[in-house]
């Protein structure tokens, strides 16, 4: 039987495409990452935990309005370029570290704020990650979780993991709102807001960021083209199979 952990799906998946992460629109750009990052204006005293870093733009954004930034991930490879871009950029207050967030390597109570964007859904474990990101908060703290939602409809969220996981093998699930709101409960956090936004995914660009096999590329093309108009629909499926995903920014405090 292999030994061969989710941990390690996610390393080998992301840690040769930390560039590619880095240069990706997507992820340096776009009203979720302006709306995350205007959560720290202000907070120029704040100690800032970027949990599931991947190219660090979340840390980039916030570094020159907090005190510091811990750019946490699961990949070394995404934590270098990360500390290389920091420095060429001087941002003195950005440090790595190396870890899974279902296990954090720092006291209870230890940051003013915890801010990720598109990691929850590589997470082996949901629910302890956002325990972990309670127990690290400060009383009061506050966090900012973006990711793709699912749309919670049976046939759109079965089609919704199935195109994300023959792209990506490392992925695990796209929860609902209503599921995001009921594990941050039970996590110890109280719902503060949530800002919806619709963000078009480029397939082509999609596709070679992760490396994805013909194969696989073949098939999510082929699981387009068969599925319902309804699918088709909600998704904005474009001809060259570009669509449109859900996603969502959740603020949550956590409870005195």
Not at 38 to 52: E, H, I, P, Y
Not at 135 to 161: C, E, H, I, M, Y
Not at 167 to 190: I, K, L, M, P
Request: glycine residues 8%; aromatic residues 8%.
């Amino acid at each position: 039987m292999s030994g061969r952990t989710q941990e390690a799906v996610v390393v080998e998946r992301f840690g040769d495409q930390a560039t590619a992460y880095l240069k990706s629109a997507v992820h340096s750009q776009g009203v979720d990452l302006v709306a995350l990052a205007a959560l720290v204006k202000g907070q120029s005293t704040a100690r800032v935990l970027d949990l599931g870093c991947g190219g660090g733009h979340v840390a980039y954004a916030v570094a020159p309005e907090v005190a510091e930034v811990v750019a946490y991930d699961l990949s070394q490879q995404m934590l270098d370029v990360v500390a290389q871009t920091a420095a060429s950029r001087g941002l003195g207050n950005l440090v790595t570290e190396q870890g899974p967030a279902e296990h954090l390597p720092f006291a209870d109570a230890s940051f003013d704020m915890v801010l990720s964007r598109y990691s929850a859904h590589h997470w082996r474990d949901f629910e302890a990650g956002l325990r972990e990101a309670a127990r690290v908060l400060k009383p009061g703290g506050r966090a900012g979780f973006v990711d793709v939602v699912s749309p919670g409809r049976p046939l759109l969220d079965t089609f919704l993991q199935a195109i994300e996981v023959l792209r990506d093998t490392s992925h695990v699930r796209d929860r609902s709102r209503a599921e995001w709101e009921d594990a941050a409960a039970r996590a110890g956090f109280a719902g503060s807001g949530v800002s919806a936004f619709k963000v078009r995914i480029d397939f082509p660009t999609w596709i070679e960021r992760m490396r994805t096999p013909p194969d696989m590329a073949a098939a999510i093309r082929t699981l387009q083209a068969a599925m319902a108009d309804d699918v088709r629909r909600y998704f904005a499926i474009e001809p060259d199979g570009s669509f449109t995903f859900d996603v969502v920014l959740f603020e949550f405090l956590t409870v005195d």
